[in-house]
């Protein structure tokens, strides 16, 4: 038999305090639509039809008394039965479920974890001294004789798990069960406490021990123990809980059938009575009469919200009178210090007018003295320009007398270069014509050596013919000798003449290397410089100020100290910019120059303080830039695109102020920085320049310390940026950055002064090479001068042998004589006439050199002439601005003058309004009576205080006629009664109303479970009792009428007879009856939740036969139950297959009398 539960869930879940309802049957019988919801509910047929059912018998056998007449609350529970229409349909489901394939667990039953009974003790309970029984997990068969105490078993199980004693049909109270002779009984069960679902494991361990202990006085008390028998509660409510939450539901008149009960139910019951049997058994009375009883509650209630709401008005009503009271009295009130208040400010209003007039000349003396304050550095700034105004006068008059001064010489000069340009002229024209006169005599000379020359070859060709030509070999020999001697001399003279470039050159040598030398110094110089930074850095030493003026740490403190600033300057500048990329320190260094020492201030007093402290500390005074704007520069579209670093990109500022001052001063948002010359080049000068770009800077190709600049305003333009010897970082970078940087510029120094050492060894080389040439030259040049005295010895020698010829040849020399003559003067003729053509060429250069030089001092001489008029121009608006700017001076100082005559006369008329003010408040405080003041509104007047009295008066006396005759303190009591009466009146009612309306909503989905759980509980144990029956070849139905709160059998014992009708109950054998009876007990129990099922002597009235298949039909369905534990009751043995199951326990109980005899 399959183990059935309410919530259609396994047997260990059921057993859960909280019942779920399964919903799919309902929802599915929803759907099912009959003609059954039309028509009158009737009676169902048992007779037999085709199929074998049965129809039912005739109505006036099982007429049922009619009910008394149903409550709201039955008819709101029933909901007219339309849960129950559906008879057929919720039994054929019931009957699929029993069909479902389901494992066979006969002989495997499942012992459950916790919620069975392990053993049962009674001490002095009814007629038993000591009686203990020790229960199996699954099925209990006791057994033994009358009086052996097998029902005592049952009674002790329901007394000691707090059953009522009526309950147990053995007593009316618990006294009655203490044994005769004896004073109190003790009974006791020992529950099953383990696995997951175990109550309260750490307080009770594996058991729960629950004692119950009664006296013949009526006493009694509970004892909740644990495993090891410590006490943990001695509270009933404590068994209650330990009962609801293993369901064990001792009270249930089907869970423990007694003796009686049983008897009762299997053979004795009526209709009515099988039905308050089922319904109790199924709990379904219980929670009717719960639901019943909330019911009722809510009726009474919702019967009081009417009297809650005319409370609710009667309160409002008292308290709305309490306030208009209060506010009466509020009003009055009110008025009374209205009037108080008015009647001081009139006597204040006068002294508050003198203040007010007071205040107004204060007001104008503070302007006064303000205007005073703003004239005075006015009257200084006037002075100042008129100073600088006077300065720039007298220098541009300065400048003119110069120029003045210069105007003779330039004259002078003029008349000078003009005389000698003259003359250079006249010269010239001589020049022309001495040298056309030579020209002519050279030309002659020319033609009388022709002739000559003619003669002198006939008179030689003559002689050769007569001394056969040694002669002329002679003359041959003296010929080459003198060209030699002219070569030598030649050579000796070019020698002679390069010796001076030679030793200018050493010199220059000598020069050049002094510059190397200084230069490798220099560098070796950087090198250590650049190593003693890199040393710092690594060390971090040195202070941030290390690179500023030494006298700036002093400058700061007294920054600090003084309290004149109206806000403190900012500086150096320097020190609040980190720089981002260290490779360009030295560039932006050079590039910001002098304003990163500059300070920032933001108002004119403030930078004259500081330039004190800078003259008061001696210290060099840096830039001081005013801002008059500190709200931040907005750079939207005015920067480069972001493809290009900028100074201001690779800059971090901790001050706005100080980045919109580099901005304005030197544009750092609009200098883009290129590391490569060449890019840079092709960026700036090679097609469009790019937008919001004014210079570019790079770094040198070489050497990494120094950078350019590139412009193109309008035309390309480049510059060099060269740092200053012993400069130090003033700009904050990255110390690792930095190191890095300084190390490759260390590097790059290196390198470079390893290419310095070569350049001055190759300049070492050169000198001596030029010192090597000077020796060589002059060793040339001596030999040379023995060459020539050489030539000039064998010149001799020939001239010596051509004497011994003279006398052959007299006509032959005095033609070569006369040659000579001529050629002499041909030479004199053309010596002249070349130098008159080089004089001729000097005198014409001169004469363009003169020229020139005049039309130079001509132009000079309108230049000057154009200076003395700029500088007049000059002079006469100097003039025009040195008379504005003394009328300007003139006129502030006026001001100034008027200023201070007028804080004067505001001061004195401060002290006449002051006083005025003193005897107004004297007065006013004598009216008063007091020194407190009383405000008075600015916009109130003596005039508008004085109305406003008058009418607070009359308001007041009209008020006071009235009267009243309740105190204010009785008021705001009455006030604060009648509120909190009204408050908790609305809250009762609204907490009344939200009770009811979730004491109706519970109550509707209770009863909507409720009707489920009927529905469902009905049509399985219809179907289980068919199931049951069929175990023995029975037929039969469970006639369930809940409108009628009936419940009856139809069983039909034979099979064969298919067409006969069912028999009632009444025409079966006793055997046949409790059998059935049997069936109908186990359809129930299916539908049961309780872990425990008792049955006391099932089988009084049943033959062997009967007996047997009873027997063997509970204990099939006790071991498809599973994590149930069975207790049955027979006085009768159990014999056969049964005893010997291993889940089967039999307790055979000793006759009383057997056990006497056994203690005796």
Known sequence: MPSLTVNNLDGESSRKRVRHVDHGDENASERVRSDLNSESRKRVRLSADADGDFAAPDPETHTVPDSPPKTQYDLMRDNGFEHLRNESVDDQRATQRLRLPRPNLLG?????????????????????????????????????????????????ITLCLGGKASSTNR??????????????AVLSVRIKNQGQDAYKADSYGDSIIVERHFSKSGSSGF????AMGQVVSTKRQEVEDIVEYFALQVDNPLNVLSQDQARQFLNASTKSQKYKFFIEGVQLQQLDNDYRLIAENLEVQTAKIPEQEERVRHAKVESDKALRLLETMEDERTKRRKLNEARLQLVWAAAVEEERELDQRKKKLAELRVKLADAEPVVTEKTQALKAEDEKLESLQQEKEALETKESEIKDKEATTKEEYEKVTRELHNIHDEERDAHEHLKAAEEEIEVCERQVVAEQKRLEESNGGEQAIKIRELEETQTSRQEIEKQIAENRALVPQLTQKIEDSKKVLATVDLQLDQKQKEIASTEAKIQALKQKLGSPY????????????????????????????????????????????????????????????????????MQRVGMYPPPIFISNNRRPLNLDGKEPDNEYDTILRILKFDNESVRDQFILQASIEQSILIPSRTAAEKVMFDGARPRNVKACYSIHDKKRHEGLRLVCNPSPA????????????????????????????????????????????????????LESNLVKLK???????????????????????????????????????????????????????????????????????????????KARMRDYEASVRKVEDKIKRAEDLRHFALSEKNDSILTFENLGNDILAAEASCERQERRVEEAIRDAQEQTHSAERMHVPDNETMVSLGAKYKVLLEDYKKMRKKGRGLSEEQVNN????????????????????????????????RLDKWRKFQRYISSQSRANFIYLLSERGFRGKLLLDHE??????????????????????????????????ICLLLAIWEAMGSPLRCLDEFDVFMDNVNRAISTNMLITAARRSVNRQYIFITPNAIEGRNALDKDVKVIRLTDPRQRLLADH
């Open 171 to 184: 007593g009316g109270s618990l006294k009655s069960f203490v044994k005769e002779g004896q004073e109190r």
């Open 223 to 226: 004892k909740v123990k644990s």
């Open 718 to 769: 480049t510059a060099p940026v060269i740092l200053k010897r012993g400069w130090k970082a003033r700009i904050k970078t990255d110390s690792g950055s930095q190191i890095t940087f300084l190390e490759e510029t260390l590097k790059q120094m290196e390198t470079e002064y390893q290419s310095i050492g070569l350049e001055k060894r190759r300049l070492q080389q050169a000198h001596q090479r």
């Open 779 to 857: 060793k040339q040049e001596s030999l040379l001068d023995t060459r020539l005295r050489e030539c000039s010895a064998t010149i001799n020698r020939i001239e010596e042998a051509l004497d011994a010829f003279e006398g052959v040849d007299l006509r032959l020399r005095d033609l070569k004589q006369e040659l000579e003559k001529l050629q002499a003067k041909r030479d004199h003729h053309g010596i002249q006439y070349g130098n008159l053509a080089a004089k001729k060429k000097d005198k014409n250069a001169e004469s363009l050199a003169a020229r020139d030089k005049l039309k130079a001092e």
């Open 1044 to 1077: 009628r709160k009936a419940l009856d059998l139809q069983v039909e014992p034979d099979k064969t007879e298919k067409r006969a009708a069912g028999r009632s109950t009444k025409t079966l054998s006793g055997g046949e009856k409790s059998f059935s009876s």
């Open 546 to 613: 290390d690179a500023y003026d030494r006298k700036l740490p002093a400058l700061l403190r007294a920054i600090a100290n003084e309290t004149r600033f109206k806000d403190r300057p900012i500086g150096p500048l320097g020190t609040h910019i980190q720089l981002l990329k260290a490779q360009w320190s030295n560039v932006i260094e050079t590039a910001l120059g002098t304003s990163l020492d500059a300070f920032l201030v933001f108002s004119r007093p403030d930078q004259r303080i500081l330039s004190e402290l």
């Open 974 to 1005: 009455l006030v604060t009664r009648t509120n909190e009466a009204y408050r908790q009146a609305v809250q009762n009612l609204e907490t009344s109303r939200m009770i009811n309306d979730g004491l109706r909503h519970t109550l509707s989905l």
């Open 108 to 156: 495997e039953n499942v012992v459950a974890e916790n919620g069975i009974l392990e053993n049962i003790t009674c001490v002095n309970f009814m007629c038993h001294t000591r009686l203990s029984c020790d229960l199996g997990p699954l099925l209990n068969f006791i057994v033994g004789e009358n009086g052996s105490g097998k029902s005592a078993i049952l009674t002790a």
